[in-house]
């Protein structure tokens, strides 16, 4: 985004500036001065803890060149552009929307339980090959985040990628209207944040807000075996679907997995394979959801084949690394759920390790609630004895996980730890660098941290 002070003013409804500033040229925008770099709006946020407006000369000294100011807070500097708003973040929301309305991209939302990152990577991954995209970064995919993403587009942006993450009600709803996309996808509806939302129907529900602010003739896909979703679709725009039924728009005819990825076809064409390099069957759906949007934008089958061979990927999804020592690591500590949990491990059970010992090493799932330890029990249902070695778990949640582990695989092959440091230490005394290691939790877990050091000791 490159706009003026006057410009910027011009765009939000009810903020005032100091004349003088009028012609200053805004280049970026940030939130946090750490990031700050010459020509940045900085938006301070009003939070419990901290009052962002209390840095503003620090991100003047930064390179910030502007900065909003909210009415309600006393001693705005009057030697400095400040653009006065109601509130910072609604501020931020309302200039998004109206400089991607500017811009006029193809806007494609995506959204689900898990999945979320992985589909935006395959996407964006399609799209470039033929159009100049812009996509999330990172994990910006929330009520800041996603408005960030959107002023940091390109004004030649051809098609935007933008994803939508939530914690509780509404928040996907907030997100869709600011960015008002053209294609929706949701990729799966599972138990994470069920602490929040009560049940999977809500979680359903929440999902389908990502059609809050869909255009009209837009076009909404969704797994076709998701039965919870189709009794709660609101609106006259196209609805595609893809999964395991021949039923959907687009299905799988064959699934090979392989260790460094996986190879299908589809019912689209059969003579052409593809091949994403990510690990578990989960991610064939994740990308034929990706396939039914890149069709709508004229994205054929070649192009999609090619692209996914060279795409990159967000860290700490499924990626292999190799330990210090050697041994293989299946990195997957952003995040976990039940859903995804369960789908991974069947994968890694399977995989052929030529005779290497397989371990797991496990982190509680968060935001379960009550659920938690029905979830983490059912989550160990599908190990299978033989196919691990040794598992390390760590956290209250996983001693769920633990008791049925035991009775799956054997007990002496299965240890729980209450610190990230005990278990860490347990597992580098334990390991040779023969060995394949699945590293999962919820990111608050902290596992990357055991990952790195597994990299470095």
């Known amino acids: 985004m490159k706009k003026t002070v006057g410009e910027v003013v ?4 009810n903020s005032i500036h100091t004349d003088a500033f009028r012609d200053v040229v805004i280049t970026g925008v940030c939130f946090d001065t750490r990031q700050i770099k010459p020509g940045d709006l900085f938006v301070p946020f009003v939070g419990n803890l901290r009052d962002g407006h209390e840095f503003v000369g620090q991100a003047r000294e930064m390179g910030a060149v502007a900065s909003f100011w909210q009415k309600d807070i006393p001693n705005p ?4 552009p400040v653009i006065l708003v109601e509130d910072t973040l609604l501020a931020l929301q309302e200039l998004a929307m109206k400089y991607i309305q500017e811009v006029k991209p193809k806007v494609i939302a995506i959204t689900g339980s898990n999945g979320k990152t992985t589909t935006k990577d395959i996407m964006a991954a399609m799209v470039e090959t033929t159009y100049k995209v812009h996509y999330t970064g990172g994990n910006f995919n929330n009520h800041i985040g996603l408005p960030y993403t959107i002023l940091t587009m390109p004004e030649d942006t051809e098609v935007a990628v ?11 709803e907030v997100l869709s209207k600011i960015a008002k996309p053209d294609i929706a996808i949701i990729t799966n ?8 939302l009560g049940s999977r129907l809500e979680i359903a529900k929440a999902k389908l807000e990502i059609t809050a602010g869909l255009n009209p003739s837009g076009i909404l896909i969704y797994p076709y075996e998701e039965t919870l979703l189709l009794s709660h679709i609101e609106g006259d725009f196209r609805q595609l679907t893809f999964g395991k039924s021949n039923d959907a728009e687009i299905y799988p005819l064959e699934i090979r997995a392989e260790t460094e990825g996986t190879a299908f076809i589809t019912n689209w064409e059969p003579d052409l394979e593809i091949f994403v390099p990510i690990i578990g069957e989960h991610n064939v759906f994740n990308t034929m959801a990706a396939m039914l949007a890149a069709r709508e934008i004229g994205i054929e089958g070649k192009k999609i084949q090619t692209a996914l061979k060279n795409m990159e990927r967000s860290k700490s999804r499924l990626e292999w690394l190799t330990a210090k020592n050697g041994a293989r690591i299946l ?3 952003y995040n976990s759920s039940p859903t995804a949990l369960k789908t991974v491990l069947k994968t890694f059970m399977h995989m052929d390790s030529k005779g290497k010992p397989k371990y797991l090493v496990l982190a509680d799932m968060l935001e379960l609630g009550e659920l938690s330890e029905q979830l983490h029990q059912e989550s160990a249902e599908v190990l299978e004895n033989g196919t691990i070695e040794k598992i390390f778990l760590l956290g209250d949640a996983m001693k769920a996980f633990e008791s049925v582990a035991k009775t799956k695989i054997g007990q002496e092959k299965v ?3 209450d610190t990230k440091e005990s278990l860490e230490t347990a597992l580098l005394h334990d390991i040779s660098g023969n060995e394949w290691i699945l590293v999962k939790g919820s990111y608050g877990m902290g596992l990357k941290d055991v990952v790195e050091n597994l990299i470095i000791k």
């Not at 933008?162 to 996907?172: D, F, K, T």
Request: glycine fraction near 6%.
């Open 162 to 172: 933008l994803e939508m993450g939530m914690n509780h009600r509404h928040e996907i």
């Open 331 to 333: 990195n997957d500590a």
């Open 77 to 80: 500097p009057t030697d400095f």
């Open 10 to 13: 011009a765009m939000l409804d």
């Open 415 to 417: 240890q729980h730890f």
């Open 189 to 196: 509806i599972g138990e994470a944040h069920i602490e929040y």
